[in-house]
């Protein structure tokens, strides 16, 4: 079993949908957690940190469940350019980043 | 831009040959960790170099090694390459161990081993 598990996807929505992503993992020792993006080919750019209480940015909600191992993203109104990899990233200890496989995300006109 | 570079951009190697791949971690960040990432897949931890020395490694064999310089650049050497090794090689420079201190990400050497 891998450590941080994510739906490949694609997920494929038209813009100004509501999408969600959803990652688990396997360490309940893990620290700290994070989204990540990852555009074709470039490398991959915080998106921003996960915590229990919820945070938001803008049109982003990230929400960590430590009960359940549970991590989520939510993007509101999607955009074209919202399209790209989106990493689930888990930081047991030192930033030594454990990631997911990705979930890629498709917007469409 | 991150600040952190790397070198080369696309390397292409034959199998049993060796590299060396180069990065430049961001100015203030003494720590460095290096990533493969396969196509398709999300980056794997290789290990982590804190103030020279290895920090901590990953699954991975000892022909992957690396060093930091006194700058905290740092090396990845990869021995007797195989097929396998064909990905995306990431560096990410962080100041100290800090749990939560953002890892910023190079733009990545692209390696082919045929």
């Known amino acids: 079993r891998k450590e941080v598990e994510q739906d490949p996807g694609p997920f494929n929505v038209p813009e100004g949908a509501t999408v969600a992503f959803n990652c688990t993992y396997s360490?309940?020792?893990?620290?700290?957690f994070f989204w990540y993006r990852q555009d074709c080919r470039k490398e991959p750019k915080l998106l921003m940190s996960?915590?229990?209480s919820g945070n938001e940015d803008g049109r982003f909600t990230a929400q960590l469940n430590r009960a359940s191992q549970y991590i989520s993203l939510l993007i509101r109104d999607s955009k074209l350019s919202d399209s790209a990899t989106y990493l689930c990233v888990v930081n047991n200890a030192g930033n030594m980043l454990t990631f997911g496989g990705g979930t890629r995300l498709m917007v469409k006109p | 831009e991150t600040g952190v570079t790397q070198s080369p951009t696309h390397l292409i190697k034959t199998r049993g040959q060796q590299v060396t791949l180069r990065c430049s971690s961001q100015?203030?960040?003494?720590?460095v960790s290096w990533y493969q990432q396969a196509l398709g897949q999300g980056p794997q931890f290789i290990f982590q170099?804190?103030?020279?020395?290895?920090?901590g490694r990953g699954n991975f064999p000892p022909r992957f090694s690396g060093l930091q310089f006194p700058n905290y650049s740092s090396e990845l050497n990869v021995n007797a390459l195989e097929l396998d090794d064909s990905a995306l090689y990431l560096c990410?420079?962080?100041?100290?161990?800090?749990?939560?201190?953002?890892?910023?990400f190079g733009q990545g050497t692209r390696l082919t081993v045929v």
């Open positions: 990410a420079s962080s100041s100290g161990q800090l749990r939560d201190t953002e890892a910023f």
């Open positions: 360490n309940s020792a893990s620290q700290s």
């Open positions: 100015s203030g960040h003494n720590t």
């Open positions: 996960v915590y229990s």
């Open positions: 170099y804190y103030r020279e020395e290895e920090n």
